[in-house]
């Protein structure tokens, strides 16, 4: 079992940047793949990143995710944001970790999300 936990979301202007967290619990995070999905109002869930470093095109060349996993944790570094951006954003974890799945029924273990609004 892993839980996740989110943090780092809120409210900024465009242009500018957040970086969420995702802590996991377990001892076996490093075994996972990790990837952020984000789900505006509305909208369907989508996704954002991956853990291999596969972006979403929307968020390519200004989203950066990385992973600590000394601290069980991965990150989302956000620049650039735009207001198109605002949706509540959730970690995810796939216990095949060796494959990159960009849907999200493929994903065992999520977060309850953080919500992140971008002004315009």
């Known amino acids: 079992q892993v839980q996740l936990v989110e943090s780092g979301g809120g409210s900024v202007q465009a242009g500018g940047s957040l970086r969420l967290s995702c802590a996991a619990s377990?001892?076996?995070?490093?075994?996972?793949?990790m990837a952020w999905f984000r789900q505006a109002p509305g909208k369907e869930r989508e996704f954002v990143a991956h853990?291999?470093?596969y972006y979403a095109d929307s968020v390519k060349g200004r989203f950066t995710i990385s992973r600590d996993n000394a601290k069980n944790t991965v990150y989302l570094q956000m620049n650039s944001l735009k207001p198109e951006d605002t949706a509540i954003y959730y970690c995810a974890a796939d216990r095949y970790g060796s494959r990159l799945a960009l849907a999200g029924r493929a994903y065992t273990y999520w977060g309850q999300g953080t919500q992140v609004t971008v002004s315009s």
């Open positions: 377990g001892r076996t995070f490093s075994s996972y793949a």
């Open positions: 853990s291999s470093a």
